[in-house]
């Protein structure tokens, strides 16, 4: 069975960030594809998180497609479609970093803490992320994901056989998602565009 991280397309390691902090579209969406197989891991309750991530992505692509050049970073995608009065792939770059970022505090939860069973990692991770987002209608479908999460054993099994060298790559990939989403954050929170 092939190791996780060598069956990526893209590694957020490998998504550059120019000047002024602006992500790179073509790759950061390869390297967000790559994420979502990570819940394939995890099991089918997971699935309606895939999903939404996945729909997101289709959003940002379509917009970025129709001028690549005007949306060649995140940054400028946004600002090109605000100024044009529109907010699809922005309110999809909204959901698709809040969703990022539930996941990333999971995983670094449950990376930090060796002892902390996924389900709690996830939990946690939620209530601090994408509950106050979420309809009281919403809400119960993650609840059942988080409680239908993998034990931490299995769930590193199934990421790669060779456990020091899953924690190392995990350590890796999930620090460089992490600074793309709080770069995220910062240009949300500044421009203004959390209020959509």
Known sequence: MPEFFETMQRSYVDVPVGANDYIEVQPFLEATESLTKLFDSMGTAFSPVKSDLLGNITKLRTRYNENPEKNKTLQELVITERAE?????????????????????????????????????????????????????VRPVFALAMKACPYRKDFYARL???????????????????????????FYTQGGYEKL
């Open 85 to 137: 009065g529109k907010k699809t792939a922005t309110e999809g770059l909204l959901w698709l970093k809040r969703g990022l970022e539930f996941t990333a505090k999971g995983l670094r939860r449950n990376l930090d803490d060796k002892n902390e069973e996924l389900t709690v990692s996830f939990n946690k991770a939620y209530e601090a992320t994408l509950s106050k987002h979420h309809s009281f209608m």
């Open 160 to 186: 790669g056989s060779d456990q020091n060298k899953t924690y190392a790559e995990m350590e890796q990939w999930l620090a460089a998602l992490e600074k793309i989403v709080n770069k995220l954050n910062t």
